[in-house]
């Protein structure tokens, strides 16, 4: 375990090293909300919210008491092709660096004792996403250490007036009922899921509001769709976040019936380029590959252990969606 640290700079002022709680979200929230453009009440909730679903390890920088510096990771289970547990592994999470502090290899001061605890904990990687401003501070960064595996995928699915099967049930409120989570394809790289951490993940977020599609079987849910309401330049439509179920084809028809009913024409989804869920949106309409996206996310990854397997870096074998994005 990492103990405090101190570092004097230049101008005689000292930088203390680290782990965050929450009794350091007052300060923790406002370092947020400066570098993401949210409120620092809303960064706190966030806080909360990460405790009380993700096991985290954390690390920041303070000049005196203000914390100017920050990075914190989730441990995660990852499902692996040719390995038949899942895995341990970390995601970091909105890395933050206060404007007037950087440019002064904070980054590198924060990521780097995270990194090394989360490898003493066996996790064989750090995985996530970055979106267009952090990709550049990932290539730039000389111990950052993190691959680019390359963009995510965005799709829009123009949903027919087609015949389709009878639709599932929607709703605003997390469905009644034990669910179904399938293995899913033993061929790709998958965040682990269950139950809980779905419903943690979609309806316990503390400001993102979420509706879900639920396809019973009896008194058990077999497939299981997120989504939320969306303006497509200007058209009203939805996003798809994330689909659970053995047959998405028949899941994905089913909730597309659902939502046409509503008067929505159009669905936006952001996937990994050969993730089941995008080859199965031509059973919810015809989808569209947007060629150019204005803030693309990119895949992450870094080996934290000598026998890290070599699929993590392989952009085709992720199977991934914009819900698994937080």
Same mark, same amino acid.
């Given at each position: 375990?990492?103990?405090?640290?101190?570092?004097?700079?230049?101008?005689? /002022?000292?930088?203390? =090293?680290?782990?965050?709680?929450?009794?350091?979200?007052?300060?923790?929230?406002?370092?947020?909300?400066?570098?993401?453009?949210?409120? &620092?009440?809303?960064?706190?909730?966030?806080?909360l919210w990460f405790h009380r679903g993700f096991e985290l390890v954390t690390w920041g920088a303070w000049d005196g008491d203000r914390l100017v510096a920050q990075y914190n990771c989730r441990l995660l289970r990852l499902h692996v092709p040719g390995v038949a547990e899942p895995v341990l592994a970390g995601m970091g999470l909105n890395?933050?660096?206060?404007?007037? =502090?950087?440019?002064?290899?904070?980054?590198?001061?924060?990521?780097? #004792?995270?990194?090394?605890?989360?490898?003493?904990?066996?996790?064989?990687?750090?995985?996530?996403?970055?979106?267009?401003?952090?990709?550049?501070?990932?290539?730039? /960064?000389?111990?950052?250490?993190?691959?680019?595996?390359?963009?995510?995928?965005?799709?829009?699915?123009?949903?027919?007036?087609?015949?389709? #099967?009878?639709?599932?049930e929607l709703g605003e409120s997390w469905p009644d009922g034990p669910i179904a989570i399938p293995p899913g394809d033993g061929g790709f790289v998958r965040y682990a899921a269950t139950p809980a951490s779905i419903h943690h993940r979609f309806a316990e977020h503390p400001f993102r509001q979420y509706s879900f599609g639920a396809w019973?079987?009896?008194?058990?849910?077999?497939?299981?769709?997120?989504?939320?309401?969306?303006?497509?330049?200007?058209?009203?439509?939805?996003?798809?976040?994330?689909? =659970?179920?053995?047959?998405? &084809?028949?899941?994905?028809?089913?909730?597309?019936?659902?939502?046409?009913?509503?008067?929505?024409?159009?669905?936006?989804?952001?996937?990994?380029?050969?993730?089941?869920?995008?080859?199965?949106?031509?059973?919810?309409?015809?989808?569209?590959?947007?060629?150019? /996206?204005?803030?693309? =996310?990119?895949?992450?990854?870094?080996?934290?252990?000598?026998?890290?397997?070599?699929?993590?870096?392989?952009?085709?074998?992720?199977?991934?969606?914009?819900?698994?994005?937080?």
């Amino acid at each position: 375990m990492h103990r405090r640290a101190h570092l004097r700079w230049h101008n005689g /002022s000292t930088v203390e =090293y680290r782990s965050l709680t929450l009794d350091d979200r007052a300060a923790w929230g406002r370092l947020l909300a400066t570098s993401f453009g949210r409120t &620092p009440e809303q960064m706190e909730q966030l806080l909360l919210w990460f405790h009380r679903g993700f096991e985290l390890v954390t690390w920041g920088a303070w000049d005196g008491d203000r914390l100017v510096a920050q990075y914190n990771c989730r441990l995660l289970r990852l499902h692996v092709p040719g390995v038949a547990e899942p895995v341990l592994a970390g995601m970091g999470l909105n890395m933050a660096v206060d404007p007037a =502090y950087r440019g002064r290899g904070l980054l590198d001061s924060v990521a780097g #004792p995270v990194h090394e605890m989360i490898t003493k904990r066996d996790c064989i990687a750090g995985v996530g996403f970055s979106s267009a401003g952090g990709l550049a501070v990932t290539r730039k /960064s000389s111990s950052y250490a993190y691959q680019v595996l390359g963009p995510m995928t965005s799709s829009l699915v123009v949903l027919s007036r087609r015949r389709y #099967p009878e639709p599932l049930e929607l709703g605003e409120s997390w469905p009644d009922g034990p669910i179904a989570i399938p293995p899913g394809d033993g061929g790709f790289v998958r965040y682990a899921a269950t139950p809980a951490s779905i419903h943690h993940r979609f309806a316990e977020h503390p400001f993102r509001q979420y509706s879900f599609g639920a396809w019973r079987d009896a008194d058990e849910i077999c497939g299981l769709v997120v989504h939320r309401p969306v303006r497509l330049r200007g058209v009203r439509g939805v996003a798809l976040l994330a689909a =659970y179920g053995d047959d998405l &084809p028949g899941l994905l028809a089913r909730w597309a019936g659902a939502v046409r009913r509503t008067g929505v024409g159009l669905v936006h989804v952001v996937t990994s380029p050969a993730s089941p869920l995008r080859d199965a949106l031509h059973a919810a309409g015809t989808p569209l590959t947007v060629p150019v /996206s204005r803030n693309p =996310y990119h895949l992450i990854a870094r080996a934290l252990q000598d026998d890290t397997p070599p699929v993590l870096f392989e952009l085709d074998r992720w199977d991934c969606s914009g819900g698994d994005i937080l």
